[in-house]
């Protein structure tokens, strides 16, 4: 097999460690700005040992090297890093602290990049490794960069205003909200480097990272006067977006941001999960007092907006047309057993671009056939695509990012004649989707509290699924956005007017996958709870119908069944304005 790297990479980082006194080097699949998607010149993981996927990491000893990712991409790692030059391991299993824990010896060094970790993750690694006489050390430039010769320059793309006519609130007043907030703890200022944290907070979009509408960033955000220092590359700012920030946003470029830090008086807050380490140590070596806070944006960003619910359903209308045409022509076209796992990616983005306000796609789709479908994050490539032909289950699992709203839906639907087993299983994740969907709850109830309800029909059957059921998703912004968390690690509390997903799932290990998603809208029901917390209740507000030939209507409550139909209905009557006389037919018939 071919590599996409080659071990002289690995030597030539040996030697840069050596001349730089450290023993092991660390490589995060990360960048500057902890951002989950990372642009071409930040894939350093890559560049060393040839992955690819969204999560992992790399380890380099004198003699030995592990490259590692989770359980959604161990085949993915396997395929493109060679076993013979790196160890291989799932990371789920043993991380980096374990591997250099059973691998690493008393006395070495270990060099990261201070950039590239956050400070609890530092901490944690480091109260580890010391149980072993191992000490982590950051160094001042990431010994990679010196040897990337060929590394892709930053894209320049100018930044957009995003409208308050669907951001509902205008720049000006979530920092003045913000920076009360802080000024009420005796915070003088914030650090901010979530890129979604610091779009939200500015009402601008960017095209800096795939999938995320982001302008990669740094603000300092002062709570006296809710002024901001942004630090950004200047070529991304038009003259027209300078005019929208105003004059309480001072723009500068990123290389005056350490400078910054150093002049800065009072408490400052920076958040040490979301935040790198380098900041830290920027304001530690100045004597400036920190304080570890979350990033003040993450809560207030979470709950929308009514401009940003009206936003989000428009968009998801548009969405649900296009995912609706796909799964007609997929039900017309699939069965002759001439369509790939890419022919369909290819045909959704068709569906998807023919739309009003669609930007780009909000993640790498899913396209799973078959046994494909069981790898929970699948990615169809040229080395992995299959054709779909003869009796089966496909998994589409994608999204798209329209001007107004973010998308993200799955639907599983058959070829040919389902199995029994197949059937229920699908039925029983149906019955969870439906289970949460229909869920009444008090204010707070916390996403672990919630997320049972997905799992009980599953868990009947003695099964279960291993990924959570749901996450938030921005609005025009990330399709994984941090709010309430519904898994059994949620813990965070489900207010009133966030956007979770809803997607629980079965996946039958070397033979087909379900998932079954929709985004939903938390809403205050009018109902108070015998406790006096607010009732909340769900909004379906994504649109396509599912596969009722997958459905076992005799495992449904008659609650259920209601339920089904009135979705399938809505589904109906809100797209076939938007369909052809083929598709209206042919979507009349899943009522």
């Known amino acids: 097999m071919a590599f996409l790297t080659s071990p002289d990479r690995l030597s030539a980082l040996r030697l840069e460690l050596s001349r730089l006194g450290v023993d092991g080097f660390i490589v ?10 990372t642009s071409p010149s930040s894939e350093r993981l890559g560049w060393l040992t040839g ?205 005056e941001i350490s400078n910054a830090l150093k002049s800065l008086k009072g408490l400052v807050q920076v958040d040490h999960e979301r935040c790198s380490q380098w900041f830290v140590n920027q304001l530690k070596d100045a004597g400036i007092e920190i304080r570890d806070g979350a990033d003040p944006a993450v809560a207030p960003k979470a709950i929308k907006t009514p401009e940003e619910r009206d936003a989000m359903r428009a968009s998801h209308i548009r969405d649900g047309v296009a995912v609706t045409k796909l799964l007609h022509w997929f039900d017309q076209t699939a069965p002759k057993g001439q369509l790939t796992e890419l022919d369909v990616e290819a045909k959704l983005l068709e569906f998807r671009q023919a739309q009003p306000g669609f930007r780009m796609t909000s993640f790498d789709p899913i396209t799973g056939w078959a046994h494909h479908g069981a790898i929970v994050h699948y990615r169809a490539t040229p080395e992995t695509n299959i054709r779909i032909e003869g009796d089966g289950l496909f998994l589409l699992d994608s999204g798209g990012q329209y001007n107004d709203g973010t998308t993200d839906i799955t639907r599983t639907v058959c070829i040919g004649t389902p199995t029994a087993e197949m059937r229920d299983r699908f039925t029983r994740v149906m019955r969870g989707h439906i289970g949460m969907a229909m869920a009444k709850f008090p204010e707070n109830t916390s996403g672990a509290q919630i997320d049972t309800l997905a799992r009980s029909p599953l868990w009947a059957a003695n099964l279960d699924f291993a990924h959570g059921t749901g996450h938030g998703v921005g609005c025009y912004l990330c399709v994984h956005e941090e709010s309430a968390r519904i898994s059994p690690k949620g813990y965070a509390p489900v207010k009133a007017n966030m956007i979770i997903s809803n997607e629980p799932g079965y996946y039958k290990d070397g033979e087909y996958g379900i998932r079954c998603e929709s985004l939903v809208l938390s809403y205050e029901t009018g109902e108070v709870c015998s406790d006096g917390r607010k009732m909340l209740a769900f909004e379906t507000i994504t649109l396509a119908p599912f596969d009722r030939r997958l459905i076992d209507e005799a495992m449904l409550t008659p609650e259920e069944s209601s339920w089904l139909d009135a979705y399938q209905l809505r589904v109906y009557e809100t797209l076939t304005p938007f369909l052809d006389e083929a598709e209206k037919v042919w979507l009349k018939k899943q009522i």
């Open 28 to 37: 995060p699949h990360a960048d500057e700005y902890q951002s989950e998607y």
């Open 51 to 255: 992955f690819t996927g969204s999560a992992g990491a790399a380890v380099v000893l004198p003699d030995l090297a592990v490259a590692m990712s989770d359980g959604r991409y161990t085949i993915q790692l396997s395929e493109q890093v060679d076993d013979e030059v790196f160890e291989l391991v799932d990371s789920t299993k043993a991380g980096v602290s374990d591997w250099l824990l059973a691998r690493g010896a008393e006395g070495q060094v270990i060099g990261y990049d201070p950039k590239l970790h956050t400070p609890k993750q530092i901490k944690e690694l480091g109260e580890k490794l010391a149980t072993r006489g191992l000490r982590l050390k950051a160094l001042p430039e990431n010994p990679i960069d010196a040897l990337w010769h060929d590394r892709p320059a930053e894209a320049v793309i100018k930044a957009e205003i995003f409208p308050e006519k669907f951001a509902g609130q205008s720049s000006a007043q979530k920092r003045t909200a913000i920076a009360a907030a802080l000024k009420e703890k005796g915070i003088s200022s914030a650090i901010i480097m979530l890129a979604d944290s610091i779009a939200w907070l500015l009402n601008v979009r960017g095209q800096d990272v795939p999938h995320n509408p982001v302008v990669l960033s740094y603000v300092i955000l002062h709570a006296d006067d809710a002024r901001i220092d942004w630090f950004v590359n200047e070529e991304k700012i038009t003259p027209e977006l300078r005019q929208h920030l105003g004059n309480s946003v001072t723009i500068h470029s990123e290389k």
